[in-house]
């Protein structure tokens, strides 16, 4: 792929607006609050877009499409069975514990409803994990620009790094955010031609169905057995797995994500902003999957549209869309396109660096290291934690770049820790007798048993390291298996310590637990300000595309 | 000063100087293919008017960050 000046320009041009609302933001930034807060003050429609752009990082844009080449429509499971439900019980009952509480972040809703371990555990855990994903996050970008416009490694790390840096530096959240906004609109602007002018060269909608393998056109046929679908997995494990605790698991615990509704400036808004996110998001395979199958059908009827082989002779779904760009785009919109991706990438960095920064700074170092201390010192720390993340981040790419499986070890590791979390968070949020005893060693429990399912099964040659008691059909179905599996372990460990552990008294759990919570009743509300009513719709579309697509 | 805190009319601008440049592009150079920067460019230049002409009307939803 060959870039022109324009297309550099372009380039350019996105560096130099997104540096611009860290400078003009710097101004507005006075205190800690403001700096990793963004003093709740974000209106909703910005807090909507942040919430799935924040999402919306590299491995989302360029994964998809991958799995869209390789599974097809089942990819779309990822956003209407995976997505779309989350969201809308995020939005219906888990928000206003969230912000009715008042807690900062995830980690301190966890110190409020049940103990301080339980909260350092979750800290701890997320911290390092954001941390590791934005410097994985700079990693692939340095390695897909080397691929694909022989960028230097070295380059691209430092200069991403750089301006990341420089705009959550002086903007902090609120800059994040802002940026995650312009993003967002890149993404969607610079990738929307690419469908469109990819549908058109593949012979529209006739094109597709008839070049692209039937198997590939579905989103529930062969689902009764995982060896009857590309994707591997059965219905269960799918919709459990996946569906439930993976979907719920990452939707409504993962800080990053809750993160952009807790700035908003209000309960309503709040609750509205993943829900009003739900509806782009729905709609969003339009960008993301379907370029992976509109290729499939360009594969059939022109040259130049096969994918690469990897190191180890397997083809490189990743390519999808960087291939998908230099066949169809001309320079000017090429341009375009690869802002789109590099802005995916920094996104995703960008996110995990303000979400770190935000429970390294309130639920790591003003609990253990500095308590009350003046807000002047931890608005410092704040902007000390935005420059040393990004350093271990720089430090994390390099280090992947030494060891390329680091990256898979650490990805797996991840998904151990996140994979029982819902089950603490929904019994603490439902269920008033839950204790701090209980969801502590819960959470390590399920975290152990995912570990251990891991060791004792093999997928795709992975896994297995104890013994191998069960092989799963693919390595997606294995990761299903495994969420469900630490979830249910997890709940059941901290229902069965709760229950011979002393919860804490009523009064100390208002605003925490729902059955202690006084009910909203605000009958003059109109319906488009409706949480409920706004989640009914976003189910109603959903269940549509399943039916259509099924 | 306060119009650069409305992230509507830094998206505006944005897309409206892609939306020209593409234009621009898509017009003067030899290269062919040029139909598909003409066309982003309109749509891109469009989207960035709108969004410039939302950031004029100040109502509930003003995006500065107080």
């Given at each position: 792929?060959?870039?022109?000046?324009?297309?550099?320009?372009?380039?350019?041009?996105?560096?130099?607006?997104?540096?611009?609302?860290?400078?003009?933001?710097?101004?507005?930034i006075?205190?800690?609050?403001?700096?990793?807060?963004?003093?709740?003050?974000?209106?909703?429609?910005?807090t909507?877009?942040a919430?799935?752009?924040?999402n919306?990082?590299?491995?989302?844009?360029?994964?998809?499409?991958?799995?869209?080449?390789?599974?097809?429509?089942?990819?779309?499971?990822?956003?209407?069975l995976?997505?779309?439900?989350?969201?809308?019980?995020?939005?219906?009952?888990?928000?206003?514990?969230?912000?009715?509480?008042?807690?900062?972040s995830?980690?301190?809703?966890?110190?409020?409803?049940?103990?301080?371990?339980?909260?350092?555990f979750?800290?701890?855990s997320?911290?390092?994990?954001?941390?590791?994903?934005?410097?994985?996050?700079?990693?692939?970008?340095?390695?897909?620009m080397?691929?694909i416009?022989?960028?230097?490694?070295?380059?691209?790390?430092?200069?991403?790094?750089?301006?990341?840096?420089?705009?959550t530096?002086?903007?902090g959240?609120?800059?994040?955010?802002y940026?995650?906004?312009?993003?967002?609109f890149?993404?969607?602007?610079?990738?929307?031609?690419?469908?469109?002018?990819?549908l058109?060269?593949?012979?529209?909608?006739?094109?597709?169905?008839?070049n692209?393998d039937?198997?590939?056109l579905h989103?529930?046929?062969?689902?009764?057995?995982?060896a009857?679908?590309?994707?591997?997995?059965?219905?269960?494990s799918?919709?459990f797995?996946?569906?439930?605790?993976?979907?719920?698991?990452?939707?409504c615990?993962?800080?990053?994500?809750?993160?952009?509704?807790?700035?908003?400036?209000n309960?309503?808004?709040?609750?509205?902003?993943?829900?009003?996110?739900?509806?782009?998001?729905?709609?969003?395979p339009?960008?993301?999957?379907l370029?992976?199958?509109?290729i499939?059908?360009?594969?059939k009827?022109?040259?130049?549209f096969?994918?690469p082989?990897?190191?180890?002779?397997?083809?490189?779904?990743?390519?999808?869309?960087?291939?998908?760009?230099?066949?169809?785009?001309?320079?000017?919109?090429?341009?375009v396109?690869?802002?789109a991706l590099?802005?995916?990438?920094?996104s995703?960095?960008?996110?995990?660096?303000?979400?770190?920064?935000?429970?390294?700074?309130?639920?790591?170092?003003?609990?253990?290291?500095?308590?009350?201390?003046?807000?002047?010192?931890?608005?410092?720390?704040?902007?000390?934690?935005?420059?040393?993340?990004?350093?271990?981040?720089?430090?994390?790419?390099?280090?992947?770049?030494?060891?390329?499986?680091?990256?898979?070890l650490?990805?797996?590791?991840?998904?151990?820790?996140?994979a029982?979390?819902?089950?603490t968070?929904?019994?603490?949020?439902?269920?008033?007798?839950?204790?701090?005893?209980?969801?502590?060693?819960g959470?390590?429990?399920?975290?152990?048993?995912?570990?251990?399912t891991?060791?004792?099964?093999?997928?795709?040659g992975?896994?297995?390291?104890?013994?191998?008691?069960h092989?799963?059909?693919?390595?997606?179905?294995?990761a299903?298996?495994?969420?469900?599996?630490?979830?249910?372990?997890?709940?059941?460990?901290?229902?069965?310590?709760?229950?011979?552990?002393?919860?804490?008294?009523?009064?100390?759990?208002?605003?925490?637990?729902?059955?202690?919570?006084?009910?909203?009743?605000?009958?003059?509300?109109?319906?488009?300000?409706?949480?409920?009513?706004l989640?009914?719709i976003?189910?109603?579309?959903t269940?549509?595309?399943?039916?259509?697509?099924? | 000063?306060?119009?650069?805190?409305?992230?509507?009319?830094?998206?505006?601008?944005?897309?409206?100087i892609?939306?020209?440049?593409l234009?621009?592009?898509?017009?003067?150079?030899?290269?062919?293919?040029?139909?598909v920067?003409?066309?982003?460019?309109?749509?891109?230049?469009?989207?960035g008017?709108i969004?410039?002409?939302?950031?004029t009307?100040?109502?509930?939803?003003?995006?500065?960050?107080?």
């Amino acid at each position: 792929m060959h870039l022109h000046f324009i297309d550099y320009g372009i380039i350019a041009l996105y560096f130099i607006f997104v540096v611009g609302v860290g400078f003009v933001l710097k101004k507005k930034i006075k205190t800690g609050n403001d700096f990793l807060m963004s003093n709740r003050s974000i209106p909703l429609w910005i807090t909507s877009l942040a919430f799935i752009s924040a999402n919306l990082g590299a491995q989302e844009v360029l994964g998809m499409a991958a799995s869209g080449s390789k599974y097809g429509f089942y990819t779309a499971h990822y956003y209407w069975l995976g997505a779309a439900i989350a969201m809308v019980f995020l939005g219906v009952f888990m928000m206003p514990f969230y912000y009715g509480s008042k807690a900062r972040s995830v980690p301190e809703f966890l110190k409020l409803r049940y103990d301080e371990k339980t909260r350092t555990f979750n800290a701890l855990s997320f911290a390092v994990m954001t941390v590791f994903s934005s410097g994985i996050s700079l990693y692939a970008l340095a390695m897909l620009m080397q691929t694909i416009l022989g960028w230097d490694f070295n380059l691209s790390v430092w200069l991403a790094a750089g301006i990341v840096l420089i705009y959550t530096f002086l903007g902090g959240l609120t800059s994040a955010v802002y940026n995650e906004v312009l993003q967002f609109f890149l993404i969607v602007l610079g990738i929307a031609p690419l469908v469109f002018i990819g549908l058109h060269k593949a012979g529209g909608w006739e094109g597709i169905m008839h070049n692209v393998d039937n198997v590939k056109l579905h989103l529930w046929k062969g689902m009764e057995n995982a060896a009857h679908n590309p994707m591997g997995v059965d219905a269960f494990s799918l919709v459990f797995g996946l569906g439930f605790v993976l979907a719920f698991g990452y939707w409504c615990t993962d800080f990053l994500v809750v993160q952009r509704a807790m700035i908003s400036r209000n309960l309503n808004e709040a609750q509205r902003t993943p829900l009003i996110a739900a509806f782009p998001k729905i709609f969003m395979p339009i960008i993301v999957i379907l370029p992976g199958i509109i290729i499939l059908a360009l594969q059939k009827q022109f040259p130049g549209f096969e994918l690469p082989k990897n190191a180890n002779g397997a083809t490189d779904y990743n390519m999808t869309l960087p291939v998908m760009l230099s066949q169809l785009y001309p320079s000017g919109i090429l341009g375009v396109g690869i802002t789109a991706l590099i802005a995916s990438f920094m996104s995703g960095m960008a996110g995990n660096v303000t979400a770190f920064n935000t429970v390294w700074t309130f639920d790591i170092y003003q609990t253990h290291i500095k308590k009350n201390a003046s807000e002047k010192h931890y608005f410092y720390i704040g902007k000390v934690t935005t420059v040393a993340g990004i350093l271990i981040s720089i430090a994390t790419a390099y280090f992947a770049r030494q060891f390329n499986n680091i990256m898979d070890l650490l990805q797996l590791v991840f998904s151990f820790v996140n994979a029982p979390l819902f089950a603490t968070f929904f019994l603490g949020m439902f269920w008033k007798r839950t204790t701090g005893h209980g969801a502590f060693w819960g959470l390590l429990s399920g975290t152990s048993a995912a570990a251990l399912t891991y060791g004792l099964t093999v997928a795709e040659g992975k896994g297995g390291w104890i013994a191998n008691i069960h092989t799963f059909y693919s390595g997606t179905s294995q990761a299903f298996n495994i969420a469900w599996i630490a979830f249910t372990i997890c709940f059941i460990v901290t229902a069965l310590i709760s229950l011979v552990t002393k919860p804490k008294p009523n009064e100390q759990l208002v605003g925490l637990v729902y059955s202690l919570t006084p009910k909203q009743k605000d009958p003059t509300r109109v319906w488009y300000k409706n949480p409920l009513w706004l989640g009914i719709i976003v189910l109603l579309i959903t269940l549509i595309f399943n039916i259509i697509f099924f | 000063m306060n119009k650069l805190f409305d992230l509507r009319f830094v998206i505006g601008c944005f897309f409206l100087i892609v939306g020209v440049l593409l234009l621009l592009y898509g017009f003067f150079s030899d290269a062919t293919e040029q139909s598909v920067n003409r066309w982003c460019g309109s749509i891109f230049l469009l989207f960035g008017i709108i969004m410039l002409v939302l950031s004029t009307r100040n109502n509930a939803n003003d995006t500065s960050a107080h």
